[in-house]
Structures are given as C-alpha cells and as structure tokens.
C-alpha cells in the first residue's frame, strides 16, 4: 500500500518519468485492515473479497506500471538494479522501499497444518473456511491483529482461547493500565485468556496418523490446550532480505534520515510499516510503526524526498505525522493518536475503564505532556477534536472548560 | 468533478476531515458533512482525503 501511495505522490511532486511497481502478490495493493475484521466475518466470494479491500488508485497518477506477481530478489544499491525472482533486472534513477512485513512464526516443534497468519488476503480466506461455530481456536498474541481475530472468532461462535505471552492485549500500544482493562472488558465478552503464558510445543492430531496436523498446544506450565486452529500473531519480520549485501542498516526494518531516505544510499526512500525512522514524538528515537495512517504519511514524505534528490532539489520539510491508529474489537472502535507507549503516566480523562463500553479517553503524559490520547467506544470525532491538545500540557485539557461535551 | 461519500460504507472516521478541512467537517454529532464542489486547485487535498479514508468511502463523480 505504501508502495502505491508513494507512486501516486510522486506524481503529485511533479516526477513525469515511468513509474514500475514491483508486488510478490497477485493481487493489485490492498487494504489490509479488514483481513481481521470484515473480511474474516463475511460470505464473500474470494472476488467478491478482493473487491471490497482493493485500494482505490488515483487517476491523476497515471501511467503506472504493475509487475504483480514478481518478487525481488536482490538489489545493487551502487548499480542501482533489482534481480527480479525470474532473474531479470530492473535499472531504476529512483528506489523507494516498501516491502512491508511478514508474521514471525513459533520457532518450536509440531506439525505446521492447522496453523495460521493473518497478513494478506490469501491467509485471511485461508482461516475464514475454518472458523464456524463451535470450532476450537487458539489465538496466539496479543497485539492487535491476535485481539481483532479472536473478536471475530468469538463473534462467529468459535470456542477461543487467547495465549497472552509476557504483556496483556494492545500493552505495546496501550499501556498497561489500559490493557488491563481491555483483558477483563474481552473475558466479560466470552474470550479465554491465559495470562503470561508461552507455548512450547505444538500438538499432533493422533487420530489422523497419515496427515500430521495440529491438535492444540502445550504451554510452559505444562498445560495442553485442545485446538483445531491455531492462529499465530506473535509480531513480524520486516521483508529485508532482498536488500542485504549493500551495507545497510537492516537490524530492524530500513534505517531512514528524517527525509525518510536510506542512510547509505543515494536516490532510495523507505515507507510504510518497513521504515525504521527518527521518530520526533519519541525523541527522535529511530523506530518503525506499523500503522495504516503511517504508511499514507511516509509515502508523502519520501515520495517528495525522492523527487527532490532526484531533480536536484532540496528536501522537503523533514517527517514530523503524528502517528495514529485504531482498531475494531467487538464491534467497538479502539482509537489512539500520538505515542502512548512512550509516556510514563495515564490519566482518565472521560468514563471509567471499569465500564469501557460507555466512551472511555485516556491521556498518556510524559513530564505532564500529553504525548498520546485514546479514546475506546467513543466516536472518532472525539480524538479529532482533542487532537490539538497532543504536546500540551495536561493541565489546560483538564481546565473545566474542556470537559464540557456537547 | 464532485465529490460523492458513499453514506452506507462511511463510518464517520473523520480522517477526511483533517486531510481537507475546506471540504469535510465532522458536525456537533460526530457525522461527516462535505460539500460536492470544489476549485481546481483543492484537487490535490480531496485525493489526499480519499487516501485516507479508511473504509475508501469517498469517490470523485466524474471520474471513471
Ligand atoms: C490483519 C491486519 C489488520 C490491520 N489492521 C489495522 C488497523 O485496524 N489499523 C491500523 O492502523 N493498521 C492496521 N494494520 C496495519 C496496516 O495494514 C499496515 O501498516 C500497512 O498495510 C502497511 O503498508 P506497507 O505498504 O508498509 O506494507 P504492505 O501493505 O504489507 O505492503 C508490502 C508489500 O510488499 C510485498 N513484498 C514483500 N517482499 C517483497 C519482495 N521482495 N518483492 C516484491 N514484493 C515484496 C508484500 O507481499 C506486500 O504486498 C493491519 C495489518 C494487518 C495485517
Ligand atoms: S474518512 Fe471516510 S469514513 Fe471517515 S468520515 Fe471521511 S468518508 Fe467517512
């Protein structure tokens, strides 16, 4: 996705020259949010799914060339060519990067039938056959794509169990006063939960001795949890591989300046979920974020940074999008804005985090700074509205006046 | 050109709102208002909004 935008912004920048994408999946770019929400819930046709969750493409910005369905495999950053999977190579004056992620895998032993990922659209048709009622589900994290489809898994009247790890639902992203919440808000909603818990082993269906499939899952205190599907959300593994051998930084994503070019590359921009760049709301700590509203943000950036170097031109003003995100649970809109995780207190400052269903915000401060704001079952237009607050004291949005809603 | 929400697949995100406020507001109720003109020269912020939109609610009439 981030790959389209940055081509159709470049055009908007002004760059008149061929533009080719390049995609390992079939399928023109698509919107990934609904793979663990929508989509997993519907009855849609494979078609019929893919025409729900194509990203529209600007028509302002053609012509661009597609080369779906080809990996690349390799690149020269000094020669400035990509090895496509099929050996050939692509000459290009300008690289942007924007292979995404991947799902990390379970390094531990089992059969592999059974288990499942949600990131694109294939493994989301994938596990959407085997949820009906009454099937036993382990959801394996929980960040926010391992709580989206063990809502969805729930609400489609499978059994789900949610295998927790070290921290307890959305804690990257909410904190832990706030995840604690959460954890009893989903128990009241029908979800298992096993808190602080690994898996150790995956179980083999004995009654099926000629197809090695998975039966459930054993945790390290020992316990066996019976499942017909296991689905896996424990991170992801930024798509790098192709860029090794030319001296980048690649420990976690691409490492970008504040332009968001490649520090030791020359015409070469990241976006999206693999750019790992100064982040100004952490104190300029380099870090990747992997958020739908980033994607679009870096794209406008790097799009104009590349179009600039190209042309000989100074850069644009440096990234400075406040990062923001959201998420569906049970029907409900988790909403966040800014860098909660970075904060040191947590203020509510509307409802009670007893009664979440009700419109919940809470401010996330930082030497009594807001540096973050969510708001749970509250209208997006609530943030919206408090949004000009991020970086400014605590004090003046407690100030009565504030409080008054209308 | 116009611009066109589809009003069944909208959920009022307000996305658009910060891309072009000239063109989309959310109103006291937290439900989108937009107008469907626009000058020429706000081309550039309405695709911007449609980008964002998340649930891609927002065409241009005009377009296909
Ligand atoms: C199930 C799910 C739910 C989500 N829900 C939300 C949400 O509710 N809210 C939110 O804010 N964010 C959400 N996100 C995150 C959001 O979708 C991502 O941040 C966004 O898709 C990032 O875009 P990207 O372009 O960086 O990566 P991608 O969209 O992953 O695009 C990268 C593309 O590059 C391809 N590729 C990889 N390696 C190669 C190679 N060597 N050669 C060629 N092509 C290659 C990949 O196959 C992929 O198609 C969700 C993500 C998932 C998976
Ligand atoms: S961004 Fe999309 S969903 Fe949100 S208010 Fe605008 S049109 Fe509606």
Known sequence: MAGLRSAEQMRGAGWKDEIVLVGDEVHPPYNRPPLSKETLASQHSPDEALNSVLLRQRASAAPLTFRLGERAAACSLTDKTITLDSGESLHYDGLVIATGIRPRRLDVPGPTPGRYVVRTLDDSLALRQRLTPGVKVVVIGCGFVGCEVAATAISLGCDVQLIEGSNGPMHRALGGTVSAAMRDWFVSRGLQIRTRKVVTEFLTDQTDPHHQRVAGVRLNDGAELEAEVIVEAVGSLPNTEWLQGNGLDLTDGVLVDKHLRVLGAQNAVAVGDIARYPDQWTDGLPRRVEHWQGAIDTAKTAARSLVADLTGNQPPAPYSSVPSFWSDVFGTRVQGLGVPHHATDVRVIEGSLEALDEGVTVAYTRDNTIVGLVTIALPPARLIQLRSHLGQPLSELLAPTQLTTN | ?64
């Open chain 2, 1 to 64: 050109m116009k611009v066109w929400v589809d009003r069944n697949i909208c959920d009022n995100h307000g996305q658009c709102a910060i891309a072009a406020p000239d063109n989309f507001s959310l109103d006291a109720d937290g439900v989108l208002q937009y107008k469907e003109d626009f000058p020429d020269a706000d081309l550039e912020y309405i695709e911007d909004a449609m980008d964002v939109c998340p649930v891609q609610a927002i065409f241009l009439k005009g377009e296909q």
